[in-house]
């Protein structure tokens, strides 16, 4: 199949004057994804009432969806499911990986990991006791940090700051070395780039789906768990609908078969509908078509940026290898920066200290779009017009 990203372009309902580079943060509206929630409010929800959960198929939506991201996440069949939020789901991942690996103590992560994920780590720590312990290094010293002690290497796999991305199978293959199981986050990279997790060996990957995955604010999370977990894998939250018969309403849990035991509470369903209608144009593509333009569109802004603007100062690593699908720059009044840019229609984001990020989704961004949006930050550089009292006033959402 030939990936043609005019078309896949024309399947989102982006706003006119509006360079978007900020799919990192939250995807665009697909022009499909109303009606497919209107037609589960009105048909499924407003006539089906609760026969819905069987007449319109919501209680099967998490495999079925989970089955759509495999594709994406490089997962074997059957081994996804959806449900939750992202910390849920990092919760339930680091918990069952540990209780796989008794006798050992050891979260190991990176200190440019998503803060919410190492926050989950800390409290989970705090809850078991008995010596348990999150542990942090600098991306670059991972691979050094894994030892014996280790008990699970937990990671997002592109670095929500710089774009840094980790080599997943050579950081997993050296955790299973040392008898660690390797958990991986794919926020920043499911829908982005080339995500192979049964390849590289994870033994458990998460990831949300508003990013790249385009399923809207809040949309749902996912899990993947690796075949040779899945039936003896014992999930931390015990949910109702990860039981074995959830409407026999036993008083005692009995885990669900393989990835549905990690289902927890009641699945979102509207938000489903529009993740599930959201997924749709993914089917007109390719994922290595997808991945070579991510690096085709992210090298022509880092050219021509470094043209342009010598004061910003790369934060993203040059090497395809460890890039991920966003480019972020260092500059001491970068807040200020991005508000002028938005003013401009140029939407990007900020990430303490000093980071402007721009995300690249090969999905709808194009090389007109990197053209442009350079030319502007150029001019707002050249001419100060970042230098205001309004730019600098932070919001609570950066």
């Known amino acids: 199949m030939q990936s043609d990203f005019s078309k896949t372009?024309?399947?989102?309902?982006?706003?006119?004057?509006?360079?978007?580079?900020?799919?990192?943060?939250?995807?665009?509206?697909?022009?499909?994804?109303?009606?497919?929630?209107?037609?589960?409010?009105?048909?499924?929800?407003?006539?089906?009432?609760?026969?819905?959960?069987?007449?319109?198929?919501?209680?099967?939506?998490?495999?079925?969806?989970?089955?759509?991201?495999?594709?994406?996440?490089?997962?074997?069949?059957?081994?996804?499911?959806?449900?939750?939020?992202?910390?849920?789901?990092?919760?339930?991942?680091?918990?069952?990986?540990?209780?796989?690996?008794?006798?050992?103590?050891?979260?190991?992560?990176?200190?440019?990991?998503?803060?919410?994920?190492?926050?989950?780590?800390?409290?989970?720590?705090?809850?078991?006791?008995?010596?348990?312990?999150?542990?942090?290094?600098?991306?670059?010293?991972?691979?050094?940090?894994?030892?014996?002690?280790?008990?699970?290497?937990?990671?997002?796999?592109?670095?929500?700051?710089?774009?840094r991305r980790h080599d997943m199978p050579a950081l997993t293959a050296k955790a299973h070395e040392h008898g660690a199981l390797a958990v991986w986050d794919l926020a920043h990279s499911a829908g982005a780039t080339d995500v192979r997790v049964a390849e590289g060996g994870a033994d458990f990957a998460i990831g949300c789906t508003y990013k790249y995955l385009n399923s809207g604010p809040g949309g749902p999370a996912f899990i993947y768990v690796a075949p040779?977990?899945?039936?003896?894998?014992?999930?931390?939250?015990?949910?109702?609908?990860?039981?074995?018969?959830?409407?026999?309403f036993d008083l005692d849990y009995r885990p669900g078969s393989g990835i549905e035991r990690m289902r927890v509470g009641t699945p979102p369903v509207l938000q489903m509908v529009a993740l599930d209608a959201a997924l749709d144009v993914f089917d007109m593509v390719e994922i290595d078509d997808l991945r070579a333009r991510s690096l085709e569109l992210t090298d022509a802004f880092i050219a021509?940026?470094?043209?342009?603007?010598?004061?910003?100062?790369?934060?993203?690593?040059?090497?395809?290898?460890?890039?991920?699908?966003?480019?972020?720059?260092?500059?001491?009044?970068g807040y200020a920066i991005m508000q002028a840019l938005i003013a401009r229609g140029v939407i990007g984001d900020f990430r303490a200290p000093d980071i402007i990020r721009f995300g690249f989704t090969p999905l709808f961004t194009s090389f007109e779009d990197v053209a442009a949006a350079v030319e502007i930050l150029a001019e707002i550089l050249e001419t100060g017009a970042w230098d205001r009292p309004d730019y600098k006033t932070r919001a609570r959402v950066t």
């Open 9 to 163: 372009r024309a399947e989102f309902d982006l706003p006119e004057g509006v360079i978007y580079l900020d799919g990192n943060s939250l995807g665009p509206l697909p022009r499909e994804v109303s009606a497919r929630v209107s037609q589960a409010i009105h048909a499924e929800w407003g006539k089906m009432l609760i026969t819905g959960w069987n007449k319109a198929g919501w209680m099967e939506l998490p495999t079925k969806i989970g089955d759509r991201i495999a594709r994406l996440i490089g997962a074997e069949t059957g081994h996804v499911v959806l449900g939750d939020t992202l910390s849920i789901k990092v919760f339930q991942a680091l918990a069952s990986a540990l209780d796989l690996n008794p006798g050992k103590k050891i979260i190991l992560s990176d200190d440019g990991n998503f803060p919410s994920d190492l926050y989950m780590a800390q409290g989970l720590c705090q809850m078991l006791g008995d010596g348990y312990e999150l542990r942090t290094v600098a991306p670059e010293a991972v691979m050094d940090a894994i030892t014996d002690e280790v008990a699970v290497l937990m990671l997002t796999e592109v670095d929500y700051r710089t774009g």
């Open 228 to 248: 040779r977990h899945a039936e003896k894998v014992r999930p931390a939250l015990s949910g109702w609908l990860g039981h074995e018969a959830p409407f026999a």
């Open 304 to 333: 021509a940026v470094e043209a342009r603007c010598p004061d910003l100062v790369l934060a993203t690593p040059r090497a395809h290898a460890l890039r991920g699908s966003q480019v972020s720059f260092r500059h001491p009044e």
